[in-house]
Antibody
């Protein structure tokens, strides 16, 4: 079925940086597109970034130029490097599996990022 | 970007009764393969979202058959044939046709 476990969240000051990680298990990680989706407290879901099986990347306008998504297929891991963080980036960040055309079918439990002075 | 608009935003339901949620996309989600790239997700209280329906009308693995999806042009509907207490939460539609992926605002379903 597959499992995703995020880590790396925490409290950071505005302008600071944080690196999120997502460890994948129970499936062939390299066969899937992967996403980061975030959710501010009490708000809806917001797509953040996507890395394809071949390493191609896409970003939402709100994070483009500040965030970098990457993957290491040898380590079955997904990453999100977040720089120049703002209060508006405060959210729970979910790592999500995407089997391309079959929905985002596996979600992690999320890791919380708080940007505050 | 494709805009997704859900209605209603709040839906009180009675167990055993049917319910439906609507989602409209600002442009066609129909790909050249004939499929509409629209997914439905449910986020139960305190939990991560879970996939219910993909490609407009395909139930995800393990999803009860009381859930179904239908498509009419750019209008999409999630149907629950007989609501159960465990169905409470926030339902989201999401277009998967192109990046950036975009979600609807969410529909909160509660038991009356």
């Amino acid at each position: 079925e597959g499992q995703l476990v995020e880590s790396g969240g925490g409290l950071v000051q505005p302008g600071g940086s944080l690196r999120l990680s997502c460890a994948a298990s129970g499936f062939t990680f390299s066969n899937y597109d992967m996403h980061w989706v975030r959710q501010a407290t009490g708000k809806g879901l917001e797509w953040v970034a996507d890395v394809g099986r071949r390493g191609d990347t896409w970003y939402s306008d709100s994070v483009k130029g500040r965030f970098t998504i990457s993957r290491d297929n040898g380590k079955n891991s997904l990453y999100l490097q977040m720089n120049s963080l703002r209060a508006g980036d405060t959210a729970v960040y979910f790592c999500v599996r995407d089997p391309a055309g079959h929905g985002m079918d596996v979600w992690g439990q999320g890791t919380t990022v708080t940007v505050s002075s | 970007d494709i805009v997704m608009t859900q209605s209603p935003l709040f839906l009180p339901v009675t167990p055993g009764e049917p319910a439906s949620i609507s989602c409209r996309s600002s442009q066609s989600l129909l790909y050249r393969n004939g499929y509409n790239y629209l997914d439905w997700y449910l986020q139960k209280p305190g939990r991560s979202p879970q996939l219910l329906i993909y490609l407009g009308s395909n139930r995800a693995s393990g999803v009860p058959d009381r859930f179904s999806g239908s498509v009419s042009g750019t209008d999409f509907t999630l149907h629950i044939s007989r609501v159960e207490a465990e169905d409470v939460g926030v339902y989201y539609c999401m277009q998967a046709l192109q990046n950036p992926r975009t979600f609807g605002q969410g529909t909160k379903v509660e038991i009356k």
